[in-house]
């Protein structure tokens, strides 16, 4: 199977399974049918085929596990949602199998299809309405990318609004889905000399303390400790983290390792903070800016912030074809081939990356994955003028080897900037 999740559309054979489902106590305290069996089937069975409301029954390995739908907000909506124009798509679902729960199934679930639907160029967003006292569902829909709008009243009652609209980027599977793997594919032979150019960046500025806002694993955190530096680090991505953590205590380092995201993480102040290797590019537009704001909010006066992004400028097509990889590592006796191809779309600035991962261990059957995302990147101009805006001044700009930053031929724009004073 080419993918953990299949969603199926639901069919005549799936209803007593769903009325199951729907019969167990997980499920029903938060799914309001409080329906008979006859009354679910007869429901059901008059969206098999619809157009409107879609249903579908989720596999994970070949196992039904749970029930997943999504309907067209300005057919249904009846005033209850904002906007309810064309491209507003809703969604429900649950997880069926009691034993599944509480795993990040449903996360992993959610971010499947959503992914699935965003394809479709006409949805323009997506919403959800979820119980304000359903806290697994809130950090699930929080987790994959939606956010709270406000509450709204439904024919079900109170509900929490949340939202996410068609110009989330995705992202790495190592991320989150293969945390396990990401150290063997983001730390390389030349990881070490780019940290010592950022330790030499940070000693020029007379930087003591430093909040790495996307830390990963970690590795520009022990090594600028190792240097001298008072780090802590922090992360979006809880499996990154905890790799993170383990290290730490593995090597009996005592630093401190924060879950949160560098849009709205609020720390303290520090001399710098550092967002490094592309990790802005993970961010939409908006969502760049948003970060700079909390970014200056977490800086010591006249404070520093070190960040790298491709140079859009310097991606020619023989470079997007240089970026094209087949590499094959061994993780804890895991053997791993990706395979991946980029594509440039140079008007809107987004690098896009489809990978395909093959994972073999022993004898058993290789597990596939596919996986599509974008990175937001820039001109080095385009940066100078958000950072403007948003309350820094450029000190200077350079490759990532440290040498002076030129617009046609450097790949990376490092950047070092400074908070304005307010």
């Known amino acids: 199977m080419t993918n953990q999740f299949v969603f199926k559309p639901l069919e005549d054979s799936d209803l007593d399974l769903l009325c199951h489902w729907l019969s167990q106590p997980h499920v029903k305290e938060w799914w309001n049918d409080h329906l008979t069996d006859e009354e679910i089937k007869s429901k059901y069975k008059e969206r098999i085929g619809d157009s409107i409301v879609v249903p579908f029954i989720v596999f994970m390995h070949d196992q039904p596990i ?30 069926g199998e009691k034993d599944l729960i509480n795993r990040g199934i449903g996360t992993k679930m959610i971010k499947a299809f959503v992914d699935h639907l965003f394809k479709n160029s006409n949805i323009k967003k997506i919403i959800t309405d979820v119980d304000p006292k359903n806290l697994r569902a809130l950090r699930c829909y929080e987790k994959v990318g939606f956010e709270f709008v406000k509450e709204i009243m439904t024919p079900d009652g109170r509900a929490s609004l949340m939202m996410m609209n068609n110009h989330h980027l995705g992202l790495p599977l190592e991320y989150q889905q293969m945390p396990e793997y990401f150290d063997a594919h983001n730390v390389g032979a030349d990881t070490e000399t780019k940290n010592a150019l950022i330790a030499k960046l940070l000693k020029e500025q007379h930087v003591k303390t430093v909040l790495d806002m996307t830390c990963g694993t970690g590795s520009q955190v022990f090594y600028l400790t190792l240097q001298g530096f008072k780090v ?23 630093i401190t390792f924060l879950d949160g995201d560098m849009r709205d993480l609020h720390v303290g102040k520090f001399d710098a903070v550092i967002t490094i290797f592309n990790a802005i590019g993970h961010l939409t537009k908006p969502d760049f800016e948003k970060a700079l704001k909390n970014i200056h909010a977490n800086l010591n006066d006249d404070g520093i912030y070190i960040f790298d992004i491709f140079n859009l400028q310097a991606i020619t097509n023989d470079v997007i074809d240089d970026f094209a990889m087949d590499i094959e590592s061994i993780v804890n006796g895991v053997k791993i081939r990706n395979v991946q191809h980029s594509e440039i779309d140079r008007t ?21 994955h596919t996986n599509r995302f974008s990175l937001q990147i820039y001109t080095a101009h385009e940066l100078q003028t958000i950072m403007q805006k948003n309350g820094f001044e450029i000190i200077h700009q350079y490759d990532m080897a440290g040498n002076d ?11 070092v900037a400074r908070k304005k004073k307010t």
């Open 66 to 95: 749970g029930f997943i739908q999504y309907y067209h907000a300005d057919k249904v909506g009846c005033g209850w949602w904002p906007d309810e124009v064309t491209g507003t798509i809703g969604i429900d679902q649950f997880i």
């Open 232 to 254: 802590i680090g922090s992360d979006f991505s809880h499996p990154l983290i905890e790799i993170a953590r383990h290290k730490a205590l593995k090597a009996n380092k005592n």
């Open 348 to 368: 809107n600035g987004l690098l896009t990356s489809h990978d395909h991962y093959t994972l073999q261990k022993n004898d058993s059957e290789p597990e596939i």
């Open 405 to 415: 930053f030129i617009a046609e031929k450097s790949l990376n724009i490092l950047t």
